[in-house]
T-cell receptor, first 113, second 115 residues
């Protein structure tokens, strides 16, 4: 069975700091990888996804993620966070040709001024 | 284009009561999903429907039933609510379920409190 691990439960950063949120998955085959964001009081929205091609994926709002197959990782990065990035971030994976998505437990990001 | 809609937004039940959560999507998607979100647990799949007329259990199906009424609608029923079912419930849909990188689109959620 697939599983997803997000290493940080809660991250607190100052504005303009750089962000990296870890995500590792367990599955040996071809996978699709996703990062979703949930702003306070809102539903989940897609930040970015990887399913083939360039392992460095760029998403909305300046976020990017790098798929490193050898490390089973898909870490999310942003060079300079803003207060408006305060949210919960979820990594998710599904195996190609199979459904459904398996989500990590989420990382809560708090950005302080 | 409303996307994925859910009703009700908030519900309080007493233990043992039943209720149905409604979900509809207007994107002509084939696949629909029900998740529950609990603090520190992320999202866990309850049931999903890969296509109209089919449903499958997810990770946490006990205590729930689903109906894929038509292509647009996918309802979740709690026959006898328990306090452990206090959660936020999200419905989602995707164009296809064959794992080719399809994005899931989420509804606004239903907050359920079981006393």
């Amino acid at each position: 069975a697939q599983s997803v691990s997000q290493h940080n439960h809660h991250v607190i950063l100052s504005e303009a700091a750089s962000l990296e949120l870890g995500c590792n998955y367990s599955y040996g085959g071809t996978v699709n990888l996703f990062w979703y964001v949930q702003y306070p009081g809102q539903h989940l929205q897609l930040l970015l996804k990887y399913f083939s091609g360039d392992p460095l994926v760029k998403g909305i709002k300046g976020f990017e993620a790098e798929f490193i197959k050898s490390k089973f990782s898909f870490n999310l990065r942003k060079p300079s966070v803003q207060w408006s990035d305060t949210a919960e971030y979820f990594c998710a994976v599904n195996a190609y040709g199979n459904t459904p998505l398996v989500f990590g437990k989420g990382t809560r990001l708090s950005v302080i001024a | 284009n409303a996307g994925v809609t859910q009703t009700p937004k908030f519900q309080v039940l007493k233990t043992g009561q039943s209720m149905t959560l409604q979900c509809a999507q207007d994107m002509n998607h084939n696949s629909m999903y029900w998740y529950r979100q609990d603090p520190g647990m992320g999202l866990r799949l309850i049931y999903y429907s890969a296509s109209e007329g089919t449903t499958d259990k997810g990770e946490v199906p006990n205590g729930y039933n689903v109906s894929r009424l038509n292509k647009r609608e996918f309802s979740l029923r709690l026959e006898s609510a328990a306090p452990s079912q206090t959660s936020v419930y999200f419905c989602a849909s995707s164009e296809d379920s064959r794992g080719s990188g399809e994005t899931q689109y989420f509804g606004p959620g239903t907050r359920l409190l079981v006393l």
